[in-house]
């Protein structure tokens, strides 16, 4: 049952676009996710991270995809978020990249 949420999870995730909200698995809701070029020609991802489960949430480890202006991946990053995330919390993400990224999407989510 949790592979075919997770699976469900990363399909709804590489359709949506990057400022909707991504249902994860885990009861755990990534909205508002961006990215911005910074000086140096890298990327600052942010986004806000909502448990919306019944129960605390310790750690959430996400997994973002990275694409070019010709929608090509150009690369992977991690952002962990340590908690606890209460139930119904909202917490702010941000994830540093040295790539130069047009465009984001949220791949995969963990959370214990």
Known sequence: MKTALASL????CLA?????????????TLGNVQTVRDAQNGSTITGSLAN???????S???TFVLYDEQN????RVQDGVTGPLAPGQIRLVRAVTPLPAARVTALDVQAW
């Open 9 to 12: 999870a990363v399909l709804a």
């Open 16 to 28: 949506g676009g990057g400022a909707s909200a991504q249902s994860l698995a885990y009861g755990v």
């Open 52 to 58: 919306q489960s019944a129960r605390p949430i310790n």
């Open 60 to 62: 959430v480890m996400l």
């Open 72 to 75: 090509r991946e150009i690369g």
